[in-house]
């Protein structure tokens, strides 16, 4: 019963910020790879940025430089803080949850998601 819930989107110009958050369920933070996904009508579902249960970062070469991602594991919630937007940064973004424990298959959890609109 993974719970992730996304905040923190809304309308900005180019060249804003914003900062999304998604607070997951107990202990799920700490224990597995975050990562945040967006997606825009008509296309795929595309990788944004993960964080691993020991902080290590990726990135898509898209946002790389503008987009960090972090969590706090204690709070139990992963952040996405996004600046210098682009209208092309425009999509649903998406908090996941990857989970791979041994005794169970591995398993994906999303959140509702939170629409990001960049335009003037």
């Known amino acids: 019963q993974v719970q992730l819930v996304e905040s923190g989107g809304g309308l900005v110009q180019p060249g804003g910020s914003l900062r999304l958050s998604c607070e997951a369920s107990?202990?799920?933070?700490?224990?597995?790879?975050m990562g945040w996904f967006r997606q825009v009508p008509g296309k795929q579902r595309e990788l944004v940025a993960t964080?691993?249960?020991?902080?290590?970062?990726t990135y898509a070469d898209s946002v790389k430089g503008r987009f960090i991602i972090s969590k706090d594991n204690d709070e139990g919630t992963v952040s996405l803080q996004m600046t210098n937007l682009k209208p092309e940064d425009t999509a649903v973004y998406y908090c996941?949850?990857?989970?791979?424990?041994?005794?169970?298959?591995?398993?994906?959890?999303w959140g509702q998601g939170t629409q990001v609109t960049v335009s003037s």
């Open positions: 964080i691993t249960r020991n902080g290590v970062t």
């Open positions: 996941h949850c990857h989970i791979d424990r041994t005794w169970s298959p591995d398993a994906d959890f």
């Open positions: 107990l202990g799920i933070v700490r224990a597995y790879t």
